[in-house]
């Protein structure tokens, strides 16, 4: 019944795309002395909003395909961010990862006031 | 899997990275006085992932820095040869506590992004709570 209201959808997918730009960074921060690893993200969740685009990647529907997503999942389509490389070809800069991934925080946390603040329109309606 | 468990996940194994570093740098500068001893390297690699897990990080094989042994000289020496000298070890301490303070840097930036993982997703379940 939730998912019919849209800024219940709204805000879930804005926590989703959070959840996964956290996870982006985390492995962007994990790879951070790896020699020759490029840094990863995904576009801004108003871009892909606004565009109608939903910027997934391909589907994995067999156990043999190596990327995609599975089991319908939409995730967005991470691209390469090409930077600055140190001399092991590395380009990870900590600060960035740690801007991104606050920016991934305050994402997520702007999506859960919002459906928090909508659940209680939702309680109040039905008198409780 | 969920994103914040992949995210954990990549971060646990990145904080695991760095120990092992860590572990071979203490393992070189306790043995800095050792004679004959070469200094072990370990490099990062990405580690094959499946579907749409993220890449976590282990470390690779361990390698023997090749670079000349340092020649000490004590004909008091045991192991010194005709000319009085015997091979020390090829580990330059300076070198070994830089390396020391990155890896310490690396994790601390590890934890970080696992603390901020947990936040989310304790935020996530004060959802459930009235």
Known sequence: MFEQLDVFRMSSSMAVHAGQRQAIASQNVANSDTPGYVPKDIAAFEALYQSGHDGSAQRATRTGHLHGSVEGQQIAEPFEVRDEASPNGNSVSLEAEMLRSLDAKRQHDRSLAIYKSALSVLRSTIGK | ???????????????RAQANRLRHLSENISNADTPGYRRKLVSFQTAFSLGDAPAEVKTGRVHLDQ????????????????????????????????????????????????????????????????
């Open chain 2, 67 to 130: 670079s000349e042994l340092e020649k000490v000289y004590d004909p008091a020496h045991p192991l010194a040869d005709d000319t009085g000298q015997y091979d020390g070890s090829n580990v330059n301490l300076l070198i070994e506590l830089a390396d020391a303070k990155e890896a310490q840097r690396s994790y601390e930036a590890n934890l970080k992004m696992f603390e901020q993982t947990r936040k989310m997703s304790s935020g996530l379940l004060d959802l459930l709570r009235r």
């Open chain 2, 1 to 15: 899997m969920s994103d914040f468990s992949k995210a954990l996940d990549v971060s646990s194994s990145g904080l």
